[in-house]
């Protein structure tokens, strides 16, 4: 059975950082690339980041780039999501999922990704 399941969302206040982990388990986990999406209320979800499998290639929206950064540990099947310099607007659940393939591409597209964890919930106060 795939798997992902988030933790390390809170509250946090603006400026401050998280740090989002997403554990994989029922897949090979060097064989797909893992994307970040995040869902604000009332709003359709949005993608956030990707990290690539086969040439470790990253990507990033215009509205995190420069403030978040994904990585990847292999030894723990784990995604990390690096969230500095918060703002009120990142405020939304964080999910992580499993893409069909190995690399990130370009644009993030929910029908690209096949198997989502259940989210983490990160709030920005002013």
């Known amino acids: 059975e795939v798997r992902l399941v988030e933790s390390g969302g809170g509250l946090v206040q603006a400026g401050g950082s998280l740090r989002l982990s997403c554990v994989a388990s029922g897949f090979a986990f060097d064989d797909y690339a893992i994307g970040w999406f995040r869902q604000a209320p009332g709003k359709e979800r949005e993608g956030v980041s990707c990290i690539g499998k086969s040439d470790g290639s990253t990507d990033y929206s215009k509205f995190v780039k420069g403030r978040f950064t994904v990585s990847s540990d292999y030894a723990k099947n784990t995604v990390y999501l690096q969230l500095n310099s918060l703002k009120p607007e990142d405020t939304a659940v964080y999910y992580c999922?499993?893409?069909?393939?190995?690399?990130?591409?370009?644009?993030?597209?929910?029908?690209?990704?096949?198997?989502w964890g259940q989210g983490t919930q990160v709030t920005v106060s002013s």
């Open positions: 999922a499993k893409k069909i393939w190995a690399e990130c591409g370009s644009g993030f597209y929910t029908y690209e990704y096949d198997a």
